[in-house]
């Protein structure tokens, strides 16, 4: 990997000098590794209609990591517990979808109200919930790269394995449960692994910020093409982007990295459009002749 | 491929013969009857739909036409009597069946290509990631031409008209080269013109390829001059003839509650309700 040069070659500079301090380091890899998880599950939770749901796991996982610091455990720990906790009984909330909105958001509420509560018993940790809630990338330790590196492994290889099937019971459900699809259990195996992802991007942007990784660069690419792997490509490559320049200006200016992570993604998302419409008057013009006319909807 | 024939077949004057046989039937039931949370839909259904055959499946809304349709699909078990689909027990992920659910509304519409929704119908059941391989484009490629759908095949689902998503819809069922077809209210939402397309292009899978079809409507109009038989749900009974014993101003007035007008045209007949 480039980093790995640069962290390693001794002539380096200034910022790049930086880079060879290990809470560096970590950051760089850890926050690679969730930008790859994250651009691997991003598709689908838009597909399914989820990112309302992944604010709400970020937010059910905020008081399992003040409740691990109070009780003196690791916060990450805390964090994915809780979030595999909340992804699951959201699926399961997910078969009264009318009512689906409003349950997530109560519990939303209530977690949060909880994880304040824990924060306040912990007292002197107010550093420690400052960066669950709004990320520190830069508070990574090894043995956390260690965990986010194995999350991401079991996260890429299941999404590789379950990609196609996943896309046919997200797209058409109908059609894909009449063709002999466990639909149910799809279902089940992708809230975990999102729940998963959650836990360890909220190290580098924090509970109230998850969207930006999760979300955005995902809705960014379906702006700009259609094709499932493509779009995957594109938002791991926006999340990339953007976890790599926050890393890259906090280390010139005092700014939080999340700040810069969260202003990439968005920059991109808002640009999306019009590159979309170049693109689409591009093949317009190409394909002119011989289109039948559309009734858009 | 989607241009495998399958059953029946097409006799050397390209007349379509529809084999009737008890044992090679299409659809067969015996005194079946069916309930859904707990309540009886329908029951006393004993009928054969032959292989090969274009039938109409009518009713009135609520009357079971779409539970029907579940039950040949394997995705509910009858509650009395006994059912074989295509000379099996009906059971789920046959790819022998191809199936066009009523309003197919993809849930995420705009965010895929009319290519990919069609590629699912064959690869979306495989373990892996991605719809282009060469072998699945292939087929994805014969099955848009089947319902001449190669103009919009790379637009996105949702930014294709209604006709045309339903012709992506009869393409995906297509793409396992089934023996069966079972369309649920496909001209829902179609206009006059979109309908005749519609039932043109199954009349052309039904008649080219020998593809059994079941086609839930609840206009029989559009389908008069195509269909062989009519499958009705009536008092609770499904029951089946040949178009000529059902369209007949007596058996249509009892089936839709109101005074029905049978005139005999050119190619086919129409029937109006009568004053
Ligand atoms: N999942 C379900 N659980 C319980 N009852 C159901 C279910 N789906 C349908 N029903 C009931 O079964 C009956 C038949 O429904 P079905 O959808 O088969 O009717 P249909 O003839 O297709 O109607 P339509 O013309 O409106 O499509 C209805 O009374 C309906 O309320
Ligand atoms: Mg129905």
């Known amino acids: 990997m480039w980093f790995a040069t640069l962290v390693t070659s001794p002539s380096t500079q200034s910022g790049i000098e930086l880079l060879a301090t290990p809470f560096l380091r970590n950051a760089l890899i850890a926050g690679t590794l969730i930008a790859i998880a994250a651009g691997a599950i991003g598709y689908f939770v838009l597909l399914r209609d989820l990112p309302f749901a992944t604010h709400a796991v970020a937010h059910i996982g905020f008081p399992g990591a003040t409740f691990a610091i109070l009780v003196g455990a690791s916060p990450v720990t805390g964090m994915l517990v809780a979030c595999v906790g909340g992804g699951l009984a959201i699926g399961w909330l997910g078969h009264r979808s009318g009512e689906r909105e409003v349950v997530t958001g109560t519990v939303l509420a209530f977690a949060s109200g909880l994880g304040i509560f824990f924060a306040s018993i912990a007292t ?44 046919f019971a997200s797209v058409d459900p109908v059609v894909a449960a009449a063709k002999g699809l466990n639909t149910r259990l799809l279902s089940v195996v992708f809230l975990v692994a999102m729940s998963l992802v959650i836990g360890i991007s909220v190290t580098v942007v924090g509970v109230l910020l998850i969207f930006a990784l999760l979300v955005t660069p995902a809705a960014t690419a379906i702006r700009l093409t259609a094709r499932p792997l493509w779009v995957v490509l594109i938002s791991t490559g926006i999340a990339l982007i953007s976890v790599w320049g926050g890393l890259v200006v906090a280390t010139y200016l005092p700014w939080p990295p999340s700040f810069v992570i969260t202003t990439i993604a968005c920059i991109f998302w808002v640009a999306a459009p019009f590159a979309a419409r170049l693109r689409r008057s591009d093949s317009e013009s190409l394909h002119a002749a011989g289109q039948p006319a559309i009734s858009p909807h | 491929m989607a241009t495998t024939p399958a059953s029946g077949s097409v006799d050397g004057a390209g007349r379509k013969q529809i084999v009737t046989s008890l044992a090679t039937a299409a659809i067969a039931m015996r005194d079946v009857a069916v309930a859904r949370g707990g309540r009886q839909i329908w029951s006393g259904a004993t009928l054969e739909i032959p292989r090969g055959s274009f039938t109409a499946l009518i009713g009135p809304n609520g009357s079971g036409k779409s539970t029907l349709a579940s039950l040949v699909l394997g995705q509910l078990q009858p509650s009395n009597g006994s059912l074989s689909v295509l000379g099996e027990v009906p059971h789920r992920g046959n790819p022998a069946i191809g199936l066009v659910p009523q309003n197919h509304a993809l849930d995420k519409a705009s965010a895929v290509q009319c290519r990919d929704v069609v590629a699912l119908g064959l690869a979306g059941t495989r373990w892996g990631m991605g719809l282009r391989g060469k072998q699945v484009g292939l087929a994805v490629d014969a099955a848009l031409e089947a319902v001449d759908g190669m103009t919009f095949g790379k637009r996105r689902f949702g930014e294709v008209s209604g006709g045309q998503q339903q012709r992506v819809s009869i393409a995906q069922a297509l793409i396992t080269s089934p023996e069966m077809l079972v369309l649920d209210e496909p001209l829902a939402g179609l206009d006059l013109l979109g309908q005749v397309e519609i039932v043109e292009l199954v009349h052309h899978i039904n008649h080219d390829r020998g593809v059994t079809v079941v086609f839930i409507t609840h206009d029989l109009n559009p389908l008069l001059a195509h269909i062989d038989s009519v499958l009705y749900i009536h008092n609770g009974t499904p029951q089946f003839g040949t178009t000529d014993e059902v369209v007949d101003s007596d058996v249509l007035t009892e089936l839709y509650g109101t005074p029905v007008q049978v005139t005999r045209t050119a190619d086919g007949c129409v029937f109006t309700r009568a004053e």
Request: avoid cysteine; charge should be positive.
């Open chain 1, 124 to 167: 002197g940790q107010i550093a420690s919930v400052t960066s669950i809630l709004f990320g520190n990338i830069l508070a990574v330790s090894s043995t956390q790269v260690i965990v986010f590196a194995a999350i991401t492994a079991a996260v890429v290889v299941t999404i590789g394995l379950i990609g196609r099937k996943l896309m």
